[in-house]
């Protein structure tokens, strides 16, 4: 059974950084699809970014474009959101999720695994 643990979430001042890590365990991660997904208050759960295992492709959601980037260590089984210029509207639970599939699922439902989440908030 696949595990993900996340970490990196705190506290922040709008326009610092943060890094999030999702350690993943339980299976082979180089054949895993990771993503990384946030939800707000109130809010339902939405993409932020992907990275494919098949080709290393990766997607970014245009509310984040320009600002976060995904990246993964295939010899630390981890995946990496790298979170710049955050803004107070970046405040959520961010998820680690993985799935085996080789296209983009924008939408949380498909997804196969999760981790338990590690909050971001950025004032203002």
């Known amino acids: 059974q696949v595990q993900l643990v996340e970490s990196g979430g705190g506290l922040v001042q709008a326009g610092e950084s943060l890094r999030l890590s999702c350690a993943f365990s339980?299976?082979?991660?180089?054949?895993?699809?990771m993503g990384w997904f946030r939800q707000a208050p109130g809010k339902e759960r939405e993409f932020v970014a992907a990275?494919?295992?098949?080709?290393?492709?990766?997607y970014i959601a245009d509310s984040v474009k320009g600002r976060f980037t995904i990246s993964r260590d295939n010899a630390k089984n981890t995946v990496y959101l790298q979170m710049n210029s955050l803004k107070p509207e970046d405040t959520a639970v961010y998820y680690c999720?993985?799935?085996?599939?080789?296209?983009?699922?924008?939408?949380?439902?498909?997804?196969?695994?999760w981790g338990q989440g590690t909050q971001v908030t950025v004032s203002s």
């Open positions: 999720a993985a799935d085996l599939n080789t296209w983009l699922q924008r939408d949380a439902a498909p997804w196969d695994y």
């Open positions: 990275i494919i295992w098949s080709d290393s492709s990766t």
């Open positions: 339980g299976r082979t991660f180089r054949r895993h699809t």
